[in-house]
């Protein structure tokens, strides 16, 4: 290495240029390769350095949402769930929503991919810059209930609020306790007009009253939902039904069975 290349990866790492720094000859071999002009040089060295920072941007942001699994847009079957816009989800990509603090709802029975286009949108949405966190709804109800015995629930309702987009899985799967659904309508309170909610259902909007154990609280809670909202209701079968009926390992059950199982 010699004291000129020594003293330039100094002003690199000072400068924070790390992608620069760490790639410098094969960037400045294929800038000369290309036979660029200084100008087109400096510009291809400036890209370089923006891919790694925003690379590291979104896997810290794919960290911090804690989803589940990874899913994307390009891996949803829409031909397999005709009851979903394919043009309507390419236009929630585009994440305005986000950045106006509206809500998006996605309601339909189990394994019919609401979760996949969740998690999809919310990878979205932190490639272009914004924070996301997921959490089943049971689990986040829970959370708020122990910090709210504990004397915490300021500090858990700020967790929930941070994130620009907040995705709540699987509302409605279990009743909520009196207490959690109080507790929930605080979150959706202070994040109304300020954060966006995505949230997936397996009920109806008109059966939340139910869900949440107070139908004061869930019309409360929808009031704020609704206002500025996009819903997706999405019918057909699971997809894991699907496959099993393909593989033989499912048969839905015939009228013999059913007349069978009633008079049991």
Known sequence: M??????????LTRLKLTAVRDQLDSLLD????RQMSLRE???????????RKDQRRITMGLSIAKFPYQRTLDGFDFEAQPSVDARQIRDLAACRWVGSGDSV???????VGKTHLAI?????????GYSVLFTPAMVMAASLAKAHAEGRLEERLAH??????????ELGYLPLEPNAAHLLFQLVSRRYERGSILLTSNRSVGEWGEVFGDPVVATAILDRLLHHSHIITIRGDSYRLK??????????????????????
């Open 120 to 128: 999809a949108l919310g990878r979205i949405a932190i490639e272009r």
């Open 243 to 264: 496959e099993k009926k393909r593989s033989g390992l499912y048969k839905p059950p015939t009228a013999a069975d059913q007349r069978k199982e009633a008079s049991a």
């Open 105 to 111: 709802l996605f309601l339909g029975p189990p394994g």
């Open 41 to 51: 040089s400096l510009g291809f060295l400036c890209e370089a350095e923006i891919a």
């Open 2 to 11: 010699t004291p000129q290349t020594d003293a330039l990866e100094k002003m």
């Open 160 to 169: 929930y609020t941070k994130p620009k987009l907040l995705i709540v899985d």
């Open 30 to 33: 294929e800038a000369g390769r």
